[in-house]
């Protein structure tokens, strides 16, 4: 028996192009006399932020920080850390932090806690995807969600699996097939 990687699609490029257009038009009103200091969380983010950000018709700085999370899937307890730290100074700044999905939670409770801890005007964030069903961390609703999702493991569009499939243009499921070998 061996393995096989299946993606079925579950969002394709054109239904996620509407959804920025939709998202970055709201932002943008939302915005009307801010400066935004749009914070993308890497690797994920990277397509998302990149479509996002040229369509909101505001003024805008861009940085990006990276985490790690670590601890077992068994474990309800997970460990958050930074990989990389953002470079800008965020005390003042109207803050959106771009994620590509929220799943257990655990990640985007850090970064808030860490977030608010820097003192910035304001702090929102804007998530592509969204796992309500596998919520563990206690955590207020993000403001924008481009799509809220099954439970399912997705690929394309930034997130990957094993650092593979960023490059899809379109999110898929990934379905791990036995395959009979003779
Ligand atoms: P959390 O469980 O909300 O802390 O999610 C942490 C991270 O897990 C996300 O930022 C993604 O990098 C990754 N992740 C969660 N669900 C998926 C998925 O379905 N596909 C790819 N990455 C995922
Ligand atoms: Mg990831």
Not at 12 to 26: D, W, Y
Not at 50 to 58: G, P, Q
Request: aromatic letters at 10%; hydrophobic letters at 35%; a negative charge.
């Amino acid at each position: 028996m061996s393995k096989m990687e299946r993606i079925e699609p579950l969002l394709t490029a054109a239904q996620i192009r509407n959804r920025v257009t939709e998202l970055a038009a709201q932002i943008t009103k939302d915005y009307q006399d801010k400066e935004i200091l749009l914070l993308g969380t890497l690797k994920g983010a990277y397509v998302f932020i990149a479509d996002l950000s040229r369509e909101i018709d505001r003024p805008m700085e861009i940085d990006f920080l990276k985490v790690s999370s670590y601890g077992d899937s068994t474990s309800p307890i997970s460990q958050v850390a930074f990989d990389q730290r953002p470079s800008t100074e965020l005390s003042d700044k109207h803050v959106l932090l771009v994620e590509d999905i929220v799943d257990t939670g655990h990640t985007l409770a850090y970064l808030r806690r860490f977030l608010e801890s820097q003192n910035p005007a304001s702090l929102k964030v804007c998530a592509l995807l969204d796992k309500p069903s596998r919520r563990e961390a206690k955590l207020p609703e993000s403001e924008y969600i481009g799509f809220q999702i099954p439970d399912k493991f997705v690929v394309g569009y930034g997130l990957d699996y094993g650092q593979r499939y960023r490059n899809m243009p379109y999110v898929g499921e990934l379905i791990f097939e036995e395959v009979n070998k003779w």
